[in-house]
């Protein structure tokens, strides 16, 4: 909190904007609870928890944070994995878990306009009786305004794109309390400068997105999945590669290693091969699903998989995903204790073999076990393991696997984050990869953000460090 600042004063204040002093939180179990995400970075209280219901009310939270210089930090579930929700230097923790009302689903525009609250499930169980859904699938039950902050993606982005292709319009509160409206419900525009896609992926830096418009695509009509076995993890990588180039139509491409398969059959018991895997989906036609999962049977075949296994119960390819999903907390349960730390680069599908054979030396020179899994339809892959913090040596070879695979992926003209973010643990990675584009990203936030109280300490730091608030 800035020097000065009288905490009861404040929350008077808060309370006073907005109506209700129980949504205005000091007490340890909400502020723990709005401390940290699921990144290796420690906690950090906020001083206050803020609940808004309403875009007036996150307006006048921002007025006033503006006007004394607190810090905000938007929260959403809480599903982060990069410190994003952390609250760095105190202050305001933004909660819009209060604003989850579908405002309006419109089947024949194939759009719904939500508040940020919104988890993606909830979504999906309004739309799916009329014929539709929202495809993007990170896994956790996050929320959608959560999402678009990070750009979220998951395993279906191969084929529909990430949050940024899926937002048509935002409203979003800019630091100052002033409210924006960019987009519309129309499916394109080139109507002036295309400012939605600055607040998607800005991660809480430039002001709080508070309602979004998106797209809704119809449910295929049949859904096929797969699983193709090999004998190493080379070949599964190259049969991924091979299945991208021939241009087989699918909506997922899944790569697990063989201690994911490891983990998940312990956390699952699913008693499935331990060896590595692609799971693989294919959707549309039943003719033409056939047709796709036939042709990726034969490319898959001919990288050496050893089998290659079909499954069209409902049920049973919801427990197969849900097992996929699960990953990161098998591999926590198989590892038993420690921080998790998950890499999240992405390179060129034709990189990709190179890329995760590096990745797989680095941590066996550097005997640090790890498992690797990603979306490696579009070249997005994790490399995950759990380490001691307070162990020092374990704590220099986490940093060093990370670093040496970042400058894998940045020597085979990838980048740092395919999905996660920048938050708080990518800030140099993001230097070296757009070191000339810094200032540009900097002059942005402060037109936006002069005081910078949105969301401290992530994506960029200022210029100077010591940049006063």
Known sequence: MPAGTSMSGLRRELSDAIG??????????????HSADLSPNPPRLPDLVVFPTSIE???????IASEQRVPVTPFGAG?????????????????????????ALRSEDHTATVEAGVLRESLNRAAGPQGLFFPVDPGADASLGGMAATNASGTT?????????????????????????????????SSGYELGGL?????????VIAELTLRLYAIPEHVIAA?????????ACEAARALVAVGASVNRVELLDGES???INNFKQLGLPESPCLFLEFAGSPAATEEDAALAREVVEEYGCSEFAVETDHTARVRLWQARHDITFAIAEAQKGGRLQATDVCVPISELPRAIRAARETADRLEIDVAIVGHVGDGNYHVVHLFDA???????????????????????????SGEHGIGIGKIDELAVEHGDLLPLMRGIKQVIDPNWIMNPGKVLLPDPPDHPR
């Open 20 to 33: 209700d002093p129980d949504r205005v939180s000091e007490g340890d179990s909400i502020r723990v609870l």
């Open 261 to 263: 398969m490891r983990a």
């Open 227 to 235: 699983q193709a076995f090999f004998a190493d993890l080379d070949s």
């Open 157 to 189: 982005t191969v084929r529909y794109g990430a949050m940024r292709q899926q937002v048509l319009g935002l409203t979003v509160v800019l630091p100052s309390g002033e409210v924006v409206r960019t987009g519309g419900r129309a499916m394109k525009s």
């Open 79 to 103: 599903t982060s994995t990069d410190g994003h929700i952390i609250p760095l230097e105190g202050g305001i923790s933004l909660d819009l878990s209060g604003m989850d009302r579908i405002l």
């Open 199 to 207: 607040f998607v992926g800005s991660e809480g830096t430039l002001g």
């Open 390 to 416: 307070d162990d020092p040596e374990q704590a220099r070879r986490a940093k060093v696997l990370k670093t040496e695979i970042f400058e894998e992926a940045l020597a085979c003209g990838g980048t740092c």
């Open 57 to 63: 009310e996150i307006s006048a939270v921002l007025a």
